[in-house]
């Protein structure tokens, strides 16, 4: 049974940092791609940033580049995001996500990917 847990979120002021986990588990996932996903109240579920197990190719939307860095180990089969300079915008669940059918592009649509974690909260102040 594949499982995807997230760790990672809190609050934090605007202009923080926080470190977000998400460990995967129940099958090989090294020919998967992982993304990461953001929902704020009332809006839909929006691409954050995405990466393939090997690390060679990863991709963010626009809004948070040179703030946010996917990455992965794995040895522990477990992907990080890292997100600094925050704002009250960056405010949502944050989703990690799996993607069983790497073609070669990290995908930016949610009904892309195959199984999903339950989300951390992260709650930016202004």
């Known amino acids: 049974q594949v499982q995807l847990v997230e760790s990672g979120g809190g609050l934090v002021q605007a202009g923080g940092s926080l470190r977000l986990s998400c460990a995967a588990s129940g099958h090989p996932f090294n020919r998967d791609a992982m993304g990461w996903f953001r929902q704020a109240p009332g809006k839909e579920r929006q691409f954050v940033a995405g990466?393939?197990?090997?690390?060679?190719?990863?991709s963010y939307v626009d809004s948070v580049k040179g703030r946010f860095t996917i990455s992965s180990n794995n040895a522990r089969n477990t992907v990080f995001l890292e997100m600094n300079s925050l704002s009250a915008e960056d405010t949502g669940v944050y989703y990690c996500a799996a993607d069983r059918a790497w073609t070669g592009r990290v995908k930016f649509e949610a009904d892309e990917y195959d199984y999903w974690g339950q989300g951390t909260q992260v709650t930016v102040s202004s």
């Open positions: 990466i393939n197990w090997s690390g060679g190719s990863t």
